[in-house]
């Protein structure tokens, strides 16, 4: 079973987005990237995990590998387990203001994922709904 908070972990590390991050949330990521990388000395697929680069212009395949072998990592070391969730939730506390949404997409997604907020009223996504004639 995926676990969301590794797999948002997993994309967070792979991508390295720090674009539009405050001071505060680039510390917290560059403290939950030490501890991945202090655990990845003595991980063998972490730190493969870590220094790939993405065969894929999407990189996804990047996210997946680093989310397996940090789910190895935390099933072998509660310890970093709990210390990679807490590092987590500080990052998460950083970046989220108080009227944001927070969204969390799991399992496997095969196509786009969209976001939508305040709506009122129908909405259709796609092919325009046929005409009907009286």
Known sequence: ??????????????????????????????SLMHLVRRKATGHRELRASLVAEPTSPEGDDRAVELRRA???AAARDPSFDQELRRRWE?????TV?????T????GQ??????????????????????????
């Open 1 to 30: 079973m995926d676990d969301p908070i590794l797999t948002a972990i997993a994309v967070a590390l792979s991508t390295r987005a720090v674009e539009g991050l405050t001071d505060a949330g680039r510390e917290a990521l560059a």
């Open 97 to 101: 203001r108080a009227d944001a949404v």
């Open 103 to 106: 969204n969390t997409v799991s």
């Open 109 to 134: 997604v095969t196509g786009p994922v969209v976001q939508a907020r305040d709506i009122s009223g129908g909405v259709h996504v796609g092919l325009p709904p046929q005409q009907h004639r009286p």
């Open 70 to 72: 940090l789910g190895d």
């Open 90 to 94: 500080t990052f998460q506390q950083t």
